[in-house]
């Protein structure tokens, strides 16, 4: 089992008399900043404007600088921009503010493991990733817990990176709820992998399949719409909260059954194979590329799929079943959702 880090492994004193930059105040830059500031640390928030952003962050009681600006003031500098655009602030805002034995701070390994980020080899670099959105990262730490994160160092200039990558854990609360260390490869290509295979594209494109073998057989959209979509919370809830073999025990015998005599007909062998490919796009750094030229290039076919998918069927349904429930937009999942920046 990997070694798991809490609060009595974390020394907060070593960002006192320190600061702290945020670049970028968006879905995790607010999450950490407040909670940063409430344990005591002294943050500096970089954020472009005009953006709703810069108000948040005005409204929070901050006072947003540019990056450069917060890069120049601060010993830490985390870079919470957008992922494709972090190239871009570094080197046009931040690089010239990194002097030796300042330290460099991300949440996600991305530009730094496919090398599109060098940075110079007398500053720590290393990473803070909560395990989760970063409104949950504020609202868990405001109710006295935290976000599982992973801690990575890639390069320890001072002796001191991981010390303090667990300092910056400890400060957004997430050795309350325990730390794994881990690389900034394992973590980037895990992550993307995660997003990929099975949280986002791997579900999207089930629940859409299911949904569509109902319908196409006959079946009320708006009932197909409940049994594929609507249902999945219930079932993630529990498998999040006692596992694969836990949701078993709740649902009934004969989902159980069903489970067990059909799930593999649904993920097969070729499935697995082609898990196989997106990992391998994924670790020779072809996915990145595709990506980083994809926002080169004004984000064409990220626009042809958006819309592709935003006018299925199943989101003209949903979009009317859920006006009939409206006790979803207070529901637990949606507080864990996201919050400012994002469409
Ligand atoms: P968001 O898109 O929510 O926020 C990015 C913010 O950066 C925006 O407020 C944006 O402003 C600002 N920004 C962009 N360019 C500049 C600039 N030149 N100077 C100052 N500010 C700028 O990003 P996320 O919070 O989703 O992601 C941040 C990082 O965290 C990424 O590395 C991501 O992979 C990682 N991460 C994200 C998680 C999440 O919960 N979303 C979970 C774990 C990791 P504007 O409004 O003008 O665009
Ligand atoms: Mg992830």
Redesign the pocket.
Known sequence: MAKMYYDQDADLNLLKGKKVAI?????????QALNLKDSGVDVVI?????????DQAVKDGFQPV??AEAAEQADYIQ?????H??L??YE??IKQHLSEGKGLI???G??IHFGYIKAPENVDIFLV?????????RSQYMEGKGVPCLIAVQQDFTGNAKQLALAHAKGIGGTRAGVIETTFKEETET?LFGEQAVLCGGTSELIRAGFETLVDAGYQPEIAYFECLHELKLITDAIFVSGIKGMHRRVSDTAEYGDYSRGRRIITEETRKEMKNILSEIQSGKFAEEWMNENKTDRSNYNKMRDRDDSHLIEKVGDELRKMMPWIQSSSGSQSA?????R
Do not use: C
């Open positions: 670049i970028g105040y968006g879905i995790q830059g607010r999450g970089g954020q472009r404007q005009p953006s709703p952003s810069f540019t990056a870079i919470l921009t957008q992922d655009i972090q871009e602030v046009n805002e991300f949440s996600h991305f530009n990733a909560p395990k989760g959105p970063g409104a949950l990262v992550d996201l919050s400012v920046g994002k």
